[in-house]
């Protein structure tokens, strides 16, 4: 925090001038985007697409949208024992989660074409589980004879969602005219989550491959998820 207090005085009372050019923010951009969701049970990867979208309005202000959607097919077989009995239950699932985030960006510019970004956002993440569940028991009577027989099977449709406000500095470095860098923290709060309110950091590299179109490869994690995308953009 003291980092950034001290880039902010050194922001209000330089005189230097950016090069709008070198730091594009007028741009339309889709591409592939990874949701990893973390738990305590493990690491599940759902993947889709994105797309984004930015506007500068003027020298200062920045507004962008960006959406996602991916999903995640997964099959599993469990055999259990118990006595002189063999549960085995097969578990099917599809999981889709789709996140939207509108952000609103101050520019302060720096020297040696740098410059920070604040930024406040609202967004909203969905999820939905569905799939199928059965178990079978195969055992030997007192006979020896085996038998197979269902125990239960049954449908199931999970729906989770939540708001999410956030609040993030980030720094932008172009080290040559085509070959930009971006890193940047904040916190993110979530509507409705057992931990309301988690830090966030990201990472971002960005090239030109012509005047009109950028590719770009972005992380950000946000404790209890992470996002992945690599986007092309076109730059107007």
């Given at each position: 925090m003291k980092l950034l207090a001290l880039a902010l005085s050194s922001a209000l009372i330089s005189t230097a001038t950016f090069a709008s050019d070198t730091v594009n923010f007028d741009y339309v951009g889709a591409g592939y985007a990874k949701f990893k969701l973390i738990d305590e049970d493990g690491d599940d990867s759902l993947n889709g697409f994105t797309?984004?979208?930015?506007?500068?309005?003027?020298?200062?202000?920045?507004?962008?949208a960006q959406y996602l959607d991916t999903?995640?097919?997964?099959?599993?077989?469990?055999?259990?024992?118990?006595?002189?009995?063999?549960?085995?239950?097969?578990?099917?699932?599809?999981?889709?989660?789709?996140?939207?985030?509108?952000?609103?960006?101050?520019?302060?510019?720096?020297?040696?074409?740098?410059?920070?970004?604040?930024?406040?956002?609202v967004g909203r993440i969905n999820m939905d589980n569905d799939g199928f569940i059965k178990q079978t028991v195969n055992y030997l009577d007192t006979h020896g004879e085996e038998h197979l027989y269902p125990r239960f099977q049954r449908d199931y449709d999970t729906q989770l969602h939540?708001?999410?406000?956030?609040?993030?500095?980030?720094?932008?470095?172009?080290?040559?005219?085509?070959?930009?860098?971006?890193?940047?923290?904040?916190?993110?709060?979530?509507?409705?989550?057992?931990?309301?309110?988690?830090?966030?950091?990201?990472?971002?590299?960005?090239?030109?491959?012509?005047?009109?179109?950028?590719?770009?490869?972005?992380?950000?994690?946000?404790?209890?998820?992470?996002?992945?995308?690599?986007?092309?953009?076109?730059?107007?």
């Open positions: 797309v984004e979208a930015s506007k500068q309005l003027d020298q200062n202000w920045v507004i962008s999903s995640l097919d997964k099959a599993d077989t469990r055999v259990s024992e118990y006595g002189d009995k063999v549960y085995t239950t097969y578990v099917e699932s599809t999981s889709d989660i789709a996140q939207w985030n509108i952000n609103a960006a101050y520019i302060i510019p720096f020297e040696n074409n740098t410059l920070l970004e604040l930024v406040g956002s939540t708001s999410t406000y956030g609040i993030e500095a980030n720094y932008h470095i172009a080290f040559l005219d085509n070959f930009r860098a971006t890193a940047g923290i904040g916190y993110q709060h979530f509507s409705r989550a057992q931990d309301k309110n988690e830090f966030a950091y990201q990472f971002e590299l960005a090239y030109d491959i012509t005047k009109d179109f950028t590719i770009s490869a972005s992380y950000q994690n946000v404790d209890v998820y992470e996002n992945h995308f690599v986007t092309v953009r076109y730059n107007f």
